[in-house]
């Protein structure tokens, strides 16, 4: 399976290599960087899967709804399951329970944030995706009304190759099969995969790709 690390700046549409997108981003000349008392936070969200991975601008007047709504627009929505943010022990749900000390993710991120922190986020209690995301950046601004929170940079689609040929492109994943990090298919091996066509998801550009019903 054949994998790539690098990523596109979305302002200069620069190739970058995944060790270098943070000091690029703090020093690209195409970004907007017009000056305001706004603060706004740099951060890096990490998949478990290291190919996966983007880097956002977020208001510190947004909230962790509005984070934890990117975050499924751009990588994790498939069956409105539950998501919740992990920042210094504290759980915030998108679905609290106060029996379990869940807080609600209608709070503000300059109330939780700082310049270093690292927290977590997960998407679906039973086939979850977890993300690690980090604070590495702190920076005044002008006012962001829209959109409170920008993506700035993230990997390129990693290229896998089909488990069956070996030499083509996989466009399908099996939902069965990658359980035990197989059954990347081609277009042609699709076709006769034993599994059957009804489990067979499109590769996309997501550390979601194959769970539960993502589609990209």
Not at 61 to 80: A, N, P, V, Y
Not at 128 to 143: D, F, I, P, Q, S
Not at 205 to 215: I, L
Request: aromatic residues 8%; charged residues 25%.
């Amino acid at each position: 399976m054949g994998r790539t690390s690098t990523g596109i700046c979305i302002s200069c549409e620069k190739e970058l290599s995944k060790m270098t997108v943070a000091k690029h981003l703090k020093n690209c000349p195409e970004r907007s960087r017009d000056d305001g008392n706004e603060r706004l936070f740099l951060i890096s969200v990490q998949s478990r899967s290291p190919e996966y991975w983007l880097y956002l601008e977020a208001s510190a007047d947004s909230t962790l709804k509005q984070l934890d709504h990117f975050l499924r627009d751009i990588w994790l929505e498939c069956c409105g399951h539950m998501s919740l943010f992990i920042i210094e022990n504290q759980t915030f749900s998108s679905d609290p329970d106060q029996s379990y000390g869940d807080k609600s993710m209608r709070v503000k991120l300059r109330d939780l944030l700082y310049k270093g922190m690292s927290f977590r986020h997960e998407y679906d209690m039973g086939s979850t995706t977890e993300l690690k995301l980090k604070v590495v950046e702190e920076r005044l601004g002008a006012n962001r009304a829209a959109p409170a929170i920008e993506l700035l940079a993230r990997n390129s689609a990693p290229v896998i190759y089909c488990d069956e040929c070996g030499t083509a492109v996989a466009e399908n994943v099996c939902s069965e099969c990658q359980y035990d990090k197989s059954g990347w298919l081609c277009e042609a091996c699709s076709e006769a995969h034993e599994c059957g066509e009804e489990m067979l998801l499109p590769v996309v550009n997501s550390p979601r790709v194959g769970v539960c019903g993502y589609t990209g």
